[in-house]
DNA sequence: CGAACACTTGACAGCCCTCAACGTGAGTGG
DNA sequence: CCACTCACGTTGAGGGCTGTCAAGTGTTCG
């Protein structure tokens, strides 16, 4: 780790030395699909791994960059969840996404060449770490490879606007629980059973709410028998009837 | 125009016939910069101009594209202004953005192959479209323009999480307005005084407010010296306070 | 000139944020 | 093993912002 307490502008200690087989190692995760190397040849994939570096395990409260360092990477999540988020000048946390295995961070931070906010492991994180640079002129080579970063840029425009509607608490609160559900289903894991791996607090400077109407609100689920939430371990009883609530948000 | 009142897909008798010459239209372009031919070669922007189509003019009311019409390509706005929305299944609309001369639509259609939104043009609005698959292809031959796309792409990342809720309305009027008066500034245009080519509701559900409280606070911005305005004419007078009202929501 | 639409203004209610206090669980040291 | 601490989570009371409903005014266009 760095004094700064970041891991990303010099991963020297925090890379894995071992990288394992270049070749297995993104073939046997679980997230290849979802992650970089969909769709491409083994050739293309050799060609990835040579640029790929393995960073963590982090642990929870290690930064993986924060606001304004220089953009020199972006990175799949491999276990874990990050957090990305700013402060603002009142000192104010705003959430603006959890990002679990799979999932591609530091996308937003290529138009001005600096990190436009923090990200932070909520739990032990392990990352593939791409250098942009490299990546963006391999993808010159890989049609494939370059069609993929297009497509998980375009994707993420405007995936943030779904939680600033004028929708009601519940709402947004059903949405947030059923997009994790279809995220963690999406990668393997229980879509009924969960843990979260953020605070309540984190929720509520996501979903742009009072810590307490989070809590409020889970209890109420709670008592309807929507689901069973016991600290942070979640068990969604009536999934039908969550998406009911959250469809306005998930504008289907 | 199609049947369907799209001008995107079949781009027959909308796209004008007179190109002029290809290779000083964009350099004569005002927004060249900030479109598409910053940092190119005369070569490159050659190439650039043989698969530009110029697409227009359209006016008030016709759509460039609707939401589910297969992705065939990205435009940059020339003149006018474009807006684009969703109809939730309430009927409710929801305005995404305002898309200014010199900003690039179409960018959120990448990932799934179809335009997730409608995009309808609010006055007299031009067009340059840029066949997708083919700027891909040559954005491969030319690692300027790759960078730029990946840069346009990234810089709309998040920024529609700007008008969240915990923001009051106050706020999110004063940050629509400076955010309009410097993106046309931005072109050339004055900062203080300018066209609303929106109406109040669609402000309004571009703001997530109802349009009575649109209309409540432009009247009081206006009691308060803020600004004139007389239905869509608005002349900023006190740019420095509207900056000082915005600054939660831009968060700088 | 009339109709449709956009905009304004007022009254009222409801949702949720704020403030405050209490309960709970994990980790620590005696 | 227990008490302590501290962060996190829960629960309650009250008030303010803004959405809804309603009515009236102004503007544009056929």
Known sequence: MTPSGVVFPRSGP????DDGDALKFCSTCAFSQACLSEGMSKHALMDLHVLVEHVGPLHAGEHVFREGDPF???AAVRTGTVKTYHIDRDGHEQVLGFHLPGEVIG???IHDDRYPCNAVALDTVMLCRFSFPKIALLAQRLP???Q???RLM??????A???ARDNTADERMAAFLIGLSRRLAARGFSPRRFQLTMSRTDIANYLRQAPETVSRVLRRFEHEGLLHIKQRDVEILDIP???ALALSVLRE
């Open 14 to 17: 925090a890379t894995m030395a």
């Open 72 to 74: 020199t990477a972006i």
């Open 107 to 109: 996308l937003n931070a």
């Open 144 to 146: 494939n490879l370059q």
């Open 148 to 150: 993929h970063l297009f």
């Open 154 to 159: 375009s994707r993420d425009i405007g995936v």
């Open 161 to 163: 606007s779904m939680f």
């Open 241 to 243: 009837r969550l998406e």
